[in-house]
């Protein structure tokens, strides 16, 4: 079974910091783009961060240019992010999604997903 599963999602203090990471199973995130997305309560789902297969790609929406960090370990079939200086804006559920191809346009456009975590709220709040 496909599956990736996002996880490190919670609480936090704006100012704080979390890291949140996206295992997959039953199949290989290696030949894969990678997108972290993520989607605050009554707006639409949107892209935040994306990472090429090989890692040398690296993409961030402006809101968070500066403040998130994305990452992979290809060995761990695994994929993070890095959000400091969370601000109550931040709030929403954040899903890891893995690509078609390996990079390219297409990370940018859900279209370009074909597997999908079930998401890990993030809300920051004192």
């Known amino acids: 079974q496909l599956q990736l599963v996002e996880s490190g999602g919670g609480l936090v203090q704006p100012g704080g910091s979390l890291r949140l990471s996206c295992a997959a199973s039953g199949f290989t995130l290696e030949h894969s783009a990678i997108g972290w997305f993520r989607q605050a309560p009554g707006k639409e789902r949107e892209g935040v961060s994306y990472?090429?297969?090989?890692?040398?790609?690296?993409k961030y929406s402006d809101s968070v240019k500066g403040r998130f960090t994305i990452s992979r370990d290809n060995a761990k079939n695994r994929l993070y992010l890095r959000i400091d200086s969370l601000k109550p804006e931040d709030t929403a559920v954040y899903y890891c999604a893995a690509c078609r191809g390996p990079w390219g346009p297409y990370v940018e456009r859900e279209s370009g997903y074909e597997n999908w975590g079930q998401g890990t709220q993030v809300t920051v709040s004192s």
């Open positions: 990472i090429s297969s090989n890692s040398r790609s690296i």
